[in-house]
């Protein structure tokens, strides 16, 4: 036998081959990231040139321009309901108003012909005394008449008594108008 001039104890073979089956899958784990970063690295390239592209871009723009739209019609929509709550409370308060101007005047027309009732009967018990007034002085004329024929001359009395008529007419023709 040969010397030996190497001092080492040897390995056994298992040990050999778990430190060769270490070595080999570091290096395809390092293979499997290098792979990964790669296939990133590509789709975030991929994702930039279309996030950057004209078409995105527009869709972006149109969407923003859809938002304002979208922002001012809805301001549009709160104004308008704003001044639909105003116009249906003036519409509640008109209502109340007319209807409070409906019982005003009903009461006004009840009123109204009650007094047409107490003045109709007013002017009938006037027209009343008007004619009994007509026919008493009717009378009294011709009284005065037959007085007159008989005596053949105009008294004095007579004259004063027909002027008293006279007034009593045009006192109550003047009260009826």
Sequence with gaps: MSPSLYSYSPLPMMSCLRESNLRDSRLWLVFLLCLLVVGLL????????????KGCKDGLRAQQECQNQTDHLQHQLTVA???????????TVCNQTVENLRDSLE??????????????????????KLQEASEE?????KAFRRTTVNSGSFSCSSSSSLLFIAVVVLGLN????
């Design 42 to 53: 590509v789709s975030l390239i991929i994702f930039a040139v279309k996030a950057n592209s």
């Design 81 to 91: 309901q704003e001044v639909l709550q105003r116009t249906k409370a003036q519409y």
């Design 107 to 128: 009461m006004e027309k009840t009123q109204s012909q009650k007094q047409l009732k107490e003045l109709q009967g007013e002017i009938k018990r006037l027209n009343q």
């Design 137 to 141: 002085a009717e009378r009294l004329r």
């Design 174 to 177: 003047a009260l009826l108008t």
